[in-house]
């Protein structure tokens, strides 16, 4: 392989590195953004148990009973427990994307994808 081909093939290595750790960057971003939306709808869904339970245990009995919220809470906390399995499989998804492995020659930590290591130029399996 004579040099220019070389240079060539390191770069088309280093454009399509650029390009998969930019969609990887945007996947890590988009699961962080989607994980903070989800703890935020369930903040909101525990806020709305608490205000529904204190109105059930600060309610006046009157002819027609007290004040029974069960039913919302009930499904108030279906959905929180749905919403924790989506946080628990998005903070699986993130621990995938960013782990790391290491060069099959000289050990350094490199990013998953990568075809070469950046150090000694091996080849990864
Ligand atoms: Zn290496």
């Known amino acids: 392989m004579d040099v220019w081909n070389d240079i060539s093939k390191k770069i088309s290595d280093a454009v399509d590195y650029t390009a998969k750790e930019t969609g990887k960057l ?3 971003a988009k699961i962080k953004y989607k994980v903070v939306n989800l703890r935020s709808k369930r903040s909101g869904l525990y806020e709305e148990i608490g205000k529904l339970r204190y109105e059930e245990l600060r309610s006046v009995p009157t002819d027609d009973g007290v004040i029974d919220n069960t039913i919302e809470i009930t499904a108030l906390c279906d959905a929180i427990t749905a919403i924790n399995a989506d ?32 150090k000694c130029g091996t080849k990864q399996a």
């Open 26 to 28: 945007t996947g890590i």
């Open 87 to 118: 946080i628990n499989a998005a903070s699986e998804e993130l621990a995938k994307l960013r782990k790391f492995k290491h060069c099959v020659s000289c050990g350094i930590r490199i990013r998953p994808g990568m075809s070469f290591c950046p």
